[in-house]
Structures are given as C-alpha cells and as structure tokens.
C-alpha cells in the first residue's frame, strides 16, 4: 500500500517554537544589557570614589609639606610670642607648636598652621583639607624633654590626615631628622684658642679705625647681647682687650672668656673638630657644595647656601653656612650673612678698604685634620688662631640671630621616610 506524504497541517507539534526562542533571545539582550547598565553605574561610583580619595591623599600630602615648612622656620607663629623660633624642641611642645587659646595637649602647630574651627587646615580653593600632629619617636611622652631643658631632639615624626570629599580620608606619616648642627653662639667672634699647656697665644688685629664697629647685640633685635669677642683662655682675653683699645669701634660686653662646657661639642676638643668637619664634608657633597679652593660668592640672601671648601677660599661675598678648612680671605670687605666656620687653618685675614658688612657668628679654630703615620697616637689639639684685619673703610661685624638660624636652615632638615598608614 502506498504512504502519503505528511502534509503542513499535520506539523501540530511544532507550534510556538518561534515565540519561545525569540522570548529565550530577548531574556538573554535583556541581561547583557541589564550588566552594562550595572557595571556602568559601577564604574561611575568608583570613579567618584577614587577622585574623592584622591583628593583625600592631597590633602594627606599637603599637610606634610606644611608641616616641614613651618619646622623649617619659614613661617611666622599666629597666637603665641613673635619672637619664638620653630625647632625640632618647639615642634614637639605644645605649649610652643600650639597657639595659646589652642587647649589640645597634641603639638599640631596650631600656631604656625591656620586652622578652622573644626581642627582642619583648609588651603584656598582646594577641595581638600588636613590636620596634622608632631612628636618626638625617641621621647613620646615628652618625659625627657620635661626633665632636661636642654633636650633637643634628633627627628621628629609628623603625621598627616587628609580629607576629601563624601568622607574620604588618607593617613600619611613621615620622619624628619636634624644634621648634625645645632649650636647657640657665646660671642659674635668666637676664637677658640690653643688646648692648655701649649704655651702659644692667638694673633689678633680688628684693625684702628673707628669706621670698623663691632658688635655683640643683636642686630635683628630679638634676641638679648653676645660678648662681641669670645675667647678660650686668658691669655687670648688679655691680647683681645689690647687689640679693642686700638681704635676700632668695640660694643660692650667687648670681650668674654667662654668655658669649655659652654662651646658648641665640635669645639670643645680637636678630635670632635674633625669629625664634625667630616661630617659635613660628606654633606656639602651630596648637596652638590663641595670645593677644594674656593673665589667669590657663597650664596645669596634670596638664597642662603652651604658651601664646604677644603682648602683656602676669598670670599667676595654672599649668605648661608660657609666652612673653610684652610685660611679665608675676606676680599674687600664683603658683605656676608649668616655663619662663617674657618676651621683648620684657623687664619681669617680682612683686606681692602670696601664697607661691606658680615651680619650672623664667626668661628675660627686651628688644629691639623692629618698628619704622617709617625705622628700616630700623638696628640693634636688646638692651636693658636689668628684674626688680621688691613685697610681702611666702613665695615660692621655684628651678631645676628636671625641670620644665624637661616645658616643652620641651610643645611637642611632631612627627610628619611614617608608612608602611608
């Protein structure tokens, strides 16, 4: 028998199989796009969220840098006396890094940084806002600094909270470390004379007109009057009060003997000399401020500088730190501010008839930095020093704290470590 082909109208069990795939088709379009609209919605959060912490992390950042500013002494204090000078010591108290109506017993540099009333430093036009703290890692509940009134601390650690919007915050905390030179002058012109037993006494000659004027008191006028000489020994006092009564104009207290106790420690022996003068010839030359002879300008008043020669130099002029190993010439009366350290050499010679004058401090000590291998394990203390001054013309040597602290800045806190926590 022959079998009929099936025809259309018999395909019942294939009805609707087109609406089933289409609806299986538009789920699928619907949850692709229902993921895009997620994961877009997502990325826009996020990316509100990583600019907020952005902001934040400025913020973290900017109070570090606000913080070293005002330890560097660039800014004036706000709510305390005019005439306290920002240190590591000063950073740490709050009685001194905080303004008087502050009654936080945190240092926070209330009085060098303007804080709202909320306890934020809020930059202008910034988005951002921050609040800082200061303390000493090696002393943190001040017990040391309390007990001794000549602690001074060797880093301080700052930590900074930065703040953005929709409530972000970043922590970032950094250590700050002195070089090795701090030190309060005891006269404008500091001699430190030959060790005792030695028998040699220094040459001295300010010079006998009465147009060189020298001075102990201050001339920024904060702080109170040095003796204008400062001497070691007897002897030395004794050829300083001849030399005062030769002509050159001498400002009372004129001459002083200053103990051995009361000099900076790289005085205080020949040994601790050269180590300090090691110490900072390694780094002037990390600083780029090494020389082995030396002419002409150290630095600027717009720009006080660190300058290590070893060797003679001349000086023309300039600003900063100057270390001379060997002997400095002081051509023409220059004009200088801040700390002058002949060290070594020992022999400052003023020539010419120039009207420069030398506002800060003037060490000058004499002593061998090396000598043969025969000479080994014999001593080498201090010698005697020397001080000439020739011609004429209008020159003022005086102290001056200010210019003394720009000196010290000049070497530069050091940043050892920065991170975030």
Sequence with gaps: MKRQPKRVSDRHGEKGAAL????LIATLLLAVAGTVILTSGMSAVTSIDATAELQAYYGA????????????????????????????RNAVDPGKS??????????????????????????????????????DPDDPNGTT???????????????????????????????????????DPKAML?????????????????????????SGH???????????????????QGIANDAITKGATVADVKTAQVPNGDLPEWLKS?????????DMQIVARSMGRYYTSFSGMAGTTASPAFTFVNGDAVLDGGAGLLIVTGDLVLNGNPSFNGVVLVLGGGTINRNG?????????????????????????????FLAPAFYTNGGGNANLEYDSVWVQKAKDALGDIVRDVREY
């Excluded at 025969?374 to 001593?379: A, H, L, R």
């Design 20 to 23: 089933v795939i289409s609806i």
């Design 61 to 88: 950042e900017s109070g570090l840098e606000a913080a070293l500013n005002a330890v560097r002494g660039h800014v004036q204090p706000n709510g305390i006396a005019g005439t306290t000078r920002m240190g590591f």
């Design 98 to 135: 905080n303004r008087n109506s502050d009654s936080s017993t945190t240092a926070r540099l209330s009085a060098w940084l303007n804080y709202d009333n909320d306890g934020r430093v809020r930059p202008t036009g910034a988005n951002f806002s921050y609040s800082v703290t200061v303390t």
């Design 145 to 183: 600094r309390s007990a001794n009134a000549t602690y001074r601390p060797s880093r301080i650690q700052v930590q900074s909270t930065g703040y953005g919007p929709n409530g972000s915050v970043k922590r970032m905390e950094m250590i700050v470390q002195k070089t090795h030179f701090d030190f």
């Design 190 to 214: 500091m001699m430190r004379g030959a060790d005792d037993g030695s028998g040699s006494t220094m040459q001295f000659d300010i010079g006998s007109s009465n147009a060189k004027y020298y």
């Design 218 to 236: 201050d001339h920024a006028g904060i702080v109170g009057a040095l003796p204008t000489f400062g001497v070691t020994n007897p002897a030395d």
């Design 270 to 278: 020949a040994d601790t000399a050269r180590l300090f003068l090691n």
């Design 353 to 381: 008839g120039g009207n420069g004058n030398i506002f800060g401090s003037i060490f000058v000590a004499k002593f061998a930095r090396s000598w043969p291998s025969s000479e080994n394990g014999q001593p080498h203390p």
